[in-house]
């Protein structure tokens, strides 16, 4: 592969997720800490350290297209590993949320699902898994996906026909809207 310097929009593109995230992936010195404390690494195409990498080098449009991101389990424990500070983390929810707006989604199932458990939070205050079950498997075209499963974790009381609701929903509910006030999704 031969590299070449990032064109002025990749390099504006970068910039502007840095700013989103509020790290500098400069920083980064490649020691390798936050991909061995990754509890996901394992599944990742290119482990944290490595996303870290394409961005340095100017291959924004190759981290956008990381199934990484959409791995990340947001857990911080990069972040928290990081002797320079490198928010890896924010960085990869950054990632996602643009990847999103360019509609670079490389797995729907993945996007299907990140889209069914925001609604049930947004309608509900808490995910309700009967319901994220059934909108997923809805999307992507799989209807009967895993419906063995159903009663027998009903039955055992884990997971529930109707959704539970919580507390001050409302709160909840100024949060999304407040998001959207700020052009999120």
């Not at 002025?8 to 920083?27: C, F, S, Y």
């Not at 449009?61 to 911080?76: G, N, P, R, T, V």
């Not at 643009?98 to 729907?108: F, S």
């Amino acid at each position: 592969m031969k590299l070449i310097p990032a064109c002025e929009e990749d390099q504006q593109l970068l910039r502007r997720l840095e700013a989103e995230a509020g790290t500098n992936v400069n920083l980064c010195y490649q020691c390798g800490k936050c991909s061995a404390g990754c509890p996901a690494a394992f599944a990742m195409d290119y482990p944290p350290r490595q996303v870290i990498r394409l961005l340095q080098l100017g291959m924004v449009k190759q981290a956008l297209k990381a199934e990484s991101i959409w791995i990340c389990a947001s857990c911080e424990t990069c972040s928290t590993r990081c002797p320079r500070g490198v928010d890896i983390a924010s960085l990869m929810d950054t990632l996602r949320r643009e990847a999103l707006r360019q509609g670079l989604i490389t797995d729907k199932k993945v996007a299907a699902f990140n889209q069914a458990f925001l609604n049930g939070v947004r309608l509900f205050g808490r995910t309700y898994e009967a319901g994220l079950l059934l909108q997923h498997n809805l999307k992507t075209m799989q209807p009967f996906k895993d419906a063995q499963y159903g009663l027998p974790m009903m039955k055992r009381g884990k997971i529930s026909i109707l959704p539970a609701k919580i507390k001050n929903r409302d709160q909840v509910k100024k949060i999304f809207d407040k998001v959207q006030q700020l052009g999120g999704e």
